[in-house]
């Protein structure tokens, strides 16, 4: 069939008096075999694989159990006995230094949170609030000195602390915040002060009990001159344990979730420390108070030191995406056991006669396609984590990433988050109303997992200011196409958007972009070029027309900077999930394509016609709006959407087998056998928990 054909057919007037028939789609092929389940585990499970292989044979089995019937004392004295508990078993010092009983290895530290994410996430949280952000800060942002003194001890635990950024007043603006460190020649100290209360340290981690020593981040003055957010190692606790001159602290009290974790307030009244405590990699100040630094530009020495500390993204994407997955499991294993509504003819009350849940196309559609979204996720945050592994192995070795490599690491990150824990609290609350009635006690777990991951969302960063990041990281990619173009490439390249501008105005009902660039119509819905195409051509026409509308915004003298970025932020967002969407969805695809067993492989390229075919659906509005889907192949994706969902069922339990969760980490009321059972308590871990 030619373009014209095709555009004619789909065209065509339907005869009065008979409904327009919709096409089935094209089948899948045949359908997969069954598959080693071990295999596909090691498959999702990537770069981690031995790690988590390790935790699933050692964590002990009361270091998951629920904590959500006890009061906010015992929960978090049972998190602390916990992080004491994985301080013995070990793992969470594969992130640091060899040179001090780490392992070199940024991705295994991370892994290791991730799953921690399939049990307790407060355990999940207070340790990353302790190796990720208060020790992840030392070896960032310290040199050797720090290191020697206080990485041994924090990783031991024998050094609790935690990481005192946030303000009540200022948000996610951290270049604003308003604690100052000045420094004082005469003494060679530097003075820490809460100029007001605006500027207390607010919802920190460890802050409202545990914490002896807090990383601090401030506003460095010395010579009456502000150079701008530096961070600084503050002890908080004494010898004795009383709290020092000049600190005081406040209890942020309960929360909707993770109550294991002591979040609290802290002030600083002219709190006094030797000038050695700056975290200095990247500035100096000399005992006259002198100020240096490698970085001419404040704001990019402001980058450079939150890119150094960006670990801690890709944790909190890594943890929702695992806390998903115990959603999943629970739901999806209730479902297959669960039965309502007897099929016509049959006798009421014959209970063997009532449909299964997970029978009913409806609830397939609910947990199936979050399901094959997860697995993308998954794929894509093991690729997140290997670039992440490389950059930071430079940092360990005392240097550091190409600036360049850096940023675009930075906006992958920060994408990432958003898209994972948006998905953890759309997910988790579509796994708790699957349940009904049951999902909503505590006992099946669903709720704890929903109250302690809401918060994901605007941990280490909004969602929505993240969502922003990455979009002016795609202006700035698109930006620098132009500036490497010569003329010819430039008319190429103008030309490439003739061509796509046109087809998208057709009133016949214009093809894809890559159907005029191809000359065939993309028949194939199961396609994954074809699939892949869609999901690039989206966030390519969103970012160039976004970034044509700055300039023609720009142009308007009425209009300053900060007017013009307000005006498209819905263009912005816009961008920004697209750009996700396309990276998330070609990891899933770059992961099947290395997956060397056929029958995984298989199985794994159905679950990516979900997602993709999913996701096509989910956006068909605006693949309508700029005519790259006909009305009639929108209404194809809808049906090929539901015969994945009919062919994906039988597999569901292999599926959830693929995610590795051990039955007792579970700890649900709503899978037989979670509650009980499991590996015996490791000697460390019954007497932290004695």
Same mark, same amino acid.
């Given at each position: 069939?030619?373009a014209?054909?095709?555009?004619?057919?789909?065209?065509a007037p339907?005869?009065?008096?008979?409904?327009a028939e919709?096409?089935a789609?094209p089948a899948p092929g045949?359908?997969?075999?069954?598959?080693?389940?071990?295999e596909?585990?090691?498959v999702?499970d990537?770069?981690?694989a031995d790690l988590r292989?390790?935790?699933?044979?050692e964590?002990p #089995?009361?270091?998951?159990?629920?904590?959500?019937?006890?009061?906010?004392?015992?929960q978090?004295?049972?998190?602390?006995?916990?992080?004491r508990?994985?301080?013995?078993l070990?793992g969470?010092?594969?992130?640091?230094?060899s040179?001090?009983?780490?392992?070199? %290895?940024?991705?295994?530290?991370?892994g290791q949170?991730?799953v921690?994410?399939l049990?307790?996430?407060?355990?999940m949280?207070?340790?990353?609030?302790?190796?990720g952000l208060?020790?992840?800060?030392?070896?960032?942002?310290?040199?050797?000195?720090?290191?020697?003194?206080?990485?041994?001890?924090l990783l031991?635990l024998d050094?609790?602390g935690?990481?005192?950024? =946030?303000e009540?007043?200022?948000g996610?603006d951290?270049?604003s915040l308003?604690t100052?460190?000045?420094?004082?020649p005469a003494?060679?100290?530097?003075?820490?002060?809460?100029?007001?209360?605006?500027c207390r340290k607010?919802?920190?981690g460890?802050?409202?009990?545990d914490?002896?020593?807090?990383?601090?981040?401030?506003?460095?003055v010395?010579?009456?001159?502000?150079?701008?957010?530096?961070?600084f190692?503050?002890?908080l606790?004494?010898?004795?344990?009383?709290d020092?001159?000049?600190i +005081?602290r406040g209890?942020?009290g309960?929360?909707?979730?993770?109550?294991g974790?002591d979040?609290?307030?802290l002030?600083?009244?002219?709190?006094?420390?030797?000038?050695?405590?700056l975290?200095?990699?990247?500035?100096?100040?000399a005992e006259d108070? =002198?100020?240096?630094s490698?970085?001419a530009?404040?704001n990019?020495?402001?980058?450079?030191?939150?890119?150094?500390?960006?670990?801690?993204?890709v944790s909190i994407?890594?943890?929702?995406?695992?806390?998903?997955k115990?959603?999943?499991?629970?739901?999806?294993?209730?479902?297959?056991?669960?039965r309502?509504?007897?099929?016509?003819?049959?006798e009421?009350?014959?209970?063997g006669?009532?449909?299964?849940?997970?029978?009913?196309?409806?609830?397939q559609r609910?947990?199936?396609?979050?399901l094959?979204t997860?697995?993308?996720? %998954?794929?894509a945050?093991?690729?997140l984590m290997g670039?992440?592994?490389?950059?930071?192995k430079v940092?360990l070795a005392g240097g550091d990433?190409?600036p360049d490599?850096?940023?675009?690491?930075?906006?992958?990150a920060?994408?990432?988050?958003?898209?994972?824990t948006?998905?953890?609290t +759309?997910?988790i609350?579509t796994c708790?109303e699957a349940?009904g009635?049951?999902?909503?006690l505590?006992?099946?777990?669903?709720?704890?997992l929903?109250?302690?991951?809401d918060?994901?969302?605007t941990?280490e960063g909004?969602?929505?200011?993240?969502?922003?990041?990455v979009?002016?990281?795609?202006l700035?990619?698109?930006?620098q196409?132009?500036?490497?173009?010569?003329?010819l490439?430039?008319a +190429?390249?103008?030309?490439?958007d003739?061509?796509?501008?046109l087809?998208g105005?057709s009133?016949?009902?214009?093809?894809?972009?890559?159907?005029?660039?191809?000359?065939?119509?993309?028949d194939?819905?199961?396609?994954?070029a074809w699939q892949l195409?869609?999901?690039a051509?989206r966030e390519?026409?969103?970012?160039? %027309?976004?970034?044509?509308?700055?300039?023609?915004?720009r142009?308007?003298?009425?209009?300053d900077?900060f007017?013009?970025?307000d005006?498209?932020?819905d263009h912005?967002?816009l961008?920004g999930?697209?750009?996700v969407?396309r990276?998330?969805?070609e990891?899933?695809?770059? #992961?099947i394509?290395?997956?060397?067993?056929g029958a995984?492989?298989?199985?794994?390229g159905?679950?990516f016609?979900?997602?993709?075919?999913?996701?096509?659906e989910a956006e068909?509005?605006?693949?309508?709006?700029h005519?790259?889907?006909?009305?009639?192949?929108?209404?194809?994706?809808t049906?090929?959407v539901?015969?994945l969902?009919?062919?994906?069922?039988?597999r569901?339990?292999?599926?959830?087998?693929?995610?590795?969760?051990? +039955?007792?980490?579970?700890?649900? %009321?709503l899978?037989?056998g979670?509650?009980?059972g499991?590996p015996?308590?490791?000697?460390?871990?019954?007497?932290?928990?004695?």
């Open positions: 069939m030619t014209t054909e095709f555009d004619t057919a789909v065209d339907v005869p009065a008096g008979r409904a919709t096409p789609p045949p359908a997969a075999g069954p598959v080693d389940t071990d596909l585990r090691r999702l990537g770069r981690s292989e390790k935790a699933r044979r964590f #089995a009361d270091l998951f159990g629920p904590i959500d019937h006890l009061s906010t004392a015992e978090r004295d049972l998190t602390l006995a916990r992080l508990v994985l301080a013995d070990g969470h010092e594969a992130g640091f230094s040179r001090y009983g780490g392992g070199d %290895s940024p991705g295994a530290q991370v949170f991730e921690l994410g049990g307790d996430a407060s355990l949280i207070k340790s990353g609030v302790q190796w208060f020790g992840g800060a030392v070896q960032a942002l310290g040199t050797e000195r720090h290191h020697a003194e206080l990485l041994p001890p031991r050094l609790v935690c990481f005192a950024m =946030t009540t007043g200022h996610s951290v270049a308003g100052t460190a000045t420094y004082d003494t060679r100290e530097f003075v820490v002060h809460t100029p007001d209360e605006s607010d919802y920190i460890g802050a409202a009990r914490a002896e020593v807090a990383v601090v981040f401030a506003q460095l010395t010579g009456g001159v502000r150079q701008g957010v530096h961070a190692v503050v002890p606790r004494g010898p004795d344990g009383g020092l001159p000049g +005081r209890d942020d309960r929360k909707a979730g993770l109550n974790v979040n609290g307030r002030w600083f009244d002219a709190v006094r420390v030797p000038r050695t405590a975290l200095d990699r990247y500035a100096q100040v108070g =002198t100020y240096s490698p970085i530009s404040e990019a020495r402001f980058f450079t030191m939150l890119g150094a500390l960006v670990k801690g993204r994407s890594g943890g929702a995406i695992g806390q998903t115990v959603a999943l499991e629970i739901a999806s294993r209730y479902a297959l056991r669960r309502q509504f007897a099929r016509p003819g049959a009421r009350g014959e209970r006669e009532e449909v299964v849940l997970l029978d009913y196309l409806a609830h609910r947990l199936l396609v979050p094959a997860t697995y993308a996720l %998954s794929f945050q093991d690729e670039e992440m592994d490389d950059l930071l940092q990433p190409e490599r850096q940023r675009a690491f930075e906006a992958h920060a994408g990432m988050k958003v898209a994972a948006w998905h953890a +759309r997910t609350q708790r349940c009635g049951h999902g909503y505590s006992e099946s777990r669903l709720p704890q929903k109250a302690d991951t918060v994901f969302t941990f909004d969602n929505t200011v993240l969502l922003q990041l979009a002016k990281s795609q700035t990619a698109y930006a196409q132009f500036s490497d173009l010569d003329t490439g430039m +190429r390249f103008a030309t490439r003739f061509v796509t501008t087809a105005r009133p016949a009902r214009s093809l894809v972009a890559d159907v005029v660039e191809a000359g065939r119509v993309p194939e819905l199961h396609d994954r195409r869609m999901i051509d390519r026409h969103v970012v160039e %027309s976004l970034a044509k509308r700055m300039r023609k915004a142009s308007r003298d009425d209009r900077a007017e013009t970025v005006g498209l932020q912005l967002l961008a999930r697209a750009h969407d990276v998330v969805a990891a899933f695809a770059a #992961a394509a290395r997956t060397e067993d995984v492989a298989a199985l794994l159905e679950v016609d979900l997602h993709a075919l999913a996701l096509l068909k509005g605006w693949y309508l709006e005519r790259r889907m006909t009305t009639l192949r929108a209404k194809a994706v049906h090929a539901n015969e969902c009919r062919r994906l069922r039988p569901t339990e292999e599926l959830l087998d693929g995610f590795g969760i051990p +039955r007792h980490w579970l700890a649900s %009321s899978v037989p979670s509650l009980a499991g015996p308590v490791a000697a460390a871990g019954a007497a932290a928990l004695s």
